[in-house]
Each structure stands twice: as structure tokens, then as C-alpha cells.
């Protein structure tokens, strides 16, 4: 016994030494939020604030023909992939088409006003710069005291239930059997889950919400829908607080980028701690 389990505890160990530094980092940024954002962020630029001409009842469609879609398509898909695929390959192939899908009707229904989509979600090559680098790792940093925090609550209101919701990948990676699909579940978890999450939530209802209801109640709102779509209880509250920290990163920085980096590395630490303790 003593053999087996000295490397786990020495990897357990580890993992906790990082985690505490990532903590102590997140919690001096909060500390010193307000400063930072003061001087830091970014006025809205020419596009202003109306950057899709879909109403709130057109963008609210949008996201509902979005949800059934990938309800659809996930059930489909599930058993079309149910004999001799794999889980990780089924769960690329239906994300993949639910992120098409999603664009396809943002550009479509949302109608954006900017030159192009990218830009009129701040997510064209201009936007992806230093400053978005340094708010996509501040962001990430806040987010975890915060997000580690709120599932201490969340686990005192709901009881310690499963909250695999909070990344419903991160079962798939514990239970694969090759390094195929392993690679496969990282790639759509730490690469296409930001990249299409950020644009949908952020670069489109969030900006919708805003152009509405105001910031406040759009960052409190996305954040909502965000944590929803999860369909986790056990995970809504954490999946909240992170929709919000998302939001509000998105808006400071001006850049879909910086919003993208922070889920990403969200995504990618919880990939690097699930292999650390389980192999």
C-alpha cells in the first residue's frame, strides 16, 4: 500500500503547492481590482454599443433555436456514434457541429452590423494582443478563488453531488482508454469549447444584453445563461460565478481573446489536475 500510494500523495502534493500559489495570486488581483480596472480598462470603441440589429426578441430566438439545436444534434449524434466509436470522437463531431451551428445563426439572425463577424465581437487578429494575453491571465487568476470558493458554497446549499456539469468532458478523459482520445477530448476542451463559448455568450448575448438592460444586468444575465445551459445543478453556482468573471474580462479588455484565454486556461487546469491525480 505504501509503495502505491506514496506517488499519488507526492502528486497530490504538488498539484496543492501550485494551486495555493494560483490562489494567493487570484486573491491579491481581487484585492486590487478596482485600481487595476481603473487604469486599464477600455472604453467602448467606434462600433459602440449596438453591435447586432437583432431586437430582444429576435436574440432571444436566436439562443433558444441555438439550445434546441444542440439538444438536437446531441441526442442524434449519440447514436449515430453509439457502435464502434468512440466517446471522445462523438463528443468533437457533436460539438463541432453545434459550434457551426451556433455561428450560423448569430451571423444569420443576429445580423451584426461590423465589417465582419470577428470584429463586431472584438475577436479579429487586432484584438489579439499583449493586453488581451494580461487579461486573459489576470482573469484566470481571479476566477479561481472565486470559482473555488463559490463551489465550497455551492456544495453546502446542494451537498457534495457530482459535479462533473462544471466540464462534462472531464469523465469522458477519466475513462478513455488511448491517447487518441484522450488528445481529441483536451483539443475540443482547452481549444474549441473557448473559442465557440466566448463567441456565442459573450461577443453575442452579452453585448446584446448590455445594449438592453445595461452592463450590470448583463454581466449578472450571461452569466445565468452561461451557468444554464450546463444543465448541472451541482455545478450552476461555480459555473455562475465564472460566467461573470468571463463577462466581465471580455468587457474590461475589449477583446473576445482576453475572455477566450481565460476560459482556455481554466479548461486546460482542470485537464492538468484530472491527469495529475489520475494518470
Request: glycine share 10%; charged share 15%; hydrophobic share 55%.
Amino acid at each position: 500500500i505504501k509503495r502505491h500510494m506514496e506517488p499519488f500523495v507526492a502528486r497530490v502534493g504538488a498539484l496543492a503547492f501550485f494551486v495555493m500559489l494560483i490562489f494567493a495570486g487570484g486573491m491579491l488581483l481581487l484585492l486590487f481590482r478596482r485600481r487595476l480596472a481603473h487604469r486599464f480598462a477600455m472604453e467602448d470603441d467606434t462600433i459602440g454599443r449596438n453591435r447586432f440589429d437583432a431586437a430582444p426578441l429576435q436574440t432571444y430566438m436566436a439562443f433558444l433555436l441555438w439550445f434546441v439545436v444542440s439538444l438536437a444534434v446531441g441526442s442524434l449524434l449519440s447514436g449515430v456514434f453509439s457502435d464502434g466509436a468512440s466517446k471522445a470522437q462523438a463528443m468533437l463531431v457533436t460539438y463541432l457541429t453545434v459550434a457551426a451551428a451556433g455561428v450560423y445563426i448569430v451571423k444569420t439572425q443576429g445580423r451584426p452590423r461590423g465589417a465582419s463577424l470577428l470584429r463586431t465581437v472584438d475577436g479579429d487578429r487586432h484584438c489579439l494582443n499583449k493586453r488581451a494575453v494580461l487579461f486573459g491571465v489576470g482573469g484566470y487568476l481571479i476566477s479561481v478563488p472565486v470559482v473555488l470558493l463559490l463551489s465550497v458554497v455551492s456544495a453546502s446549499l446542494l451537498g457534495g453531488g457530482d459535479s462533473s456539469g462544471i466540464n462534462p468532458a472531464i469523465p469522458i478523459l477519466v475513462g478513455s482508454d488511448t491517447a487518441i482520445d484522450r488528445i481529441l477530448i483536451i483539443v475540443n476542451v482547452v481549444l474549441f469549447a473557448p473559442l465557440f463559448e466566448e463567441f456565442f455568450f459573450r461577443g453575442f448575448l452579452f453585448r446584446q444584453f448590455m445594449r438592453d438592460l445595461g452592463r450590470g444586468h448583463a454581466v449578472v444575465l450571461s452569466g445565468l445563461v452561461f451557468a444554464s445551459v450546463h444543465l448541472s445543478i451541482d455545478s450552476f453556482i461555480p459555473l455562475l460565478g465564472l460566467g461573470i468573471i468571463l463577462a466581465l474580462v471580455y468587457h474590461t479588455s475589449q477583446s473576445l481573446w482576453a475572455s477566450v484565454i481565460t476560459h482556455a486556461l481554466w479548461n486546460l487546469a482542470t485537464v492538468v489536475s484530472v491527469l495529475t491525480l489520475f494518470g
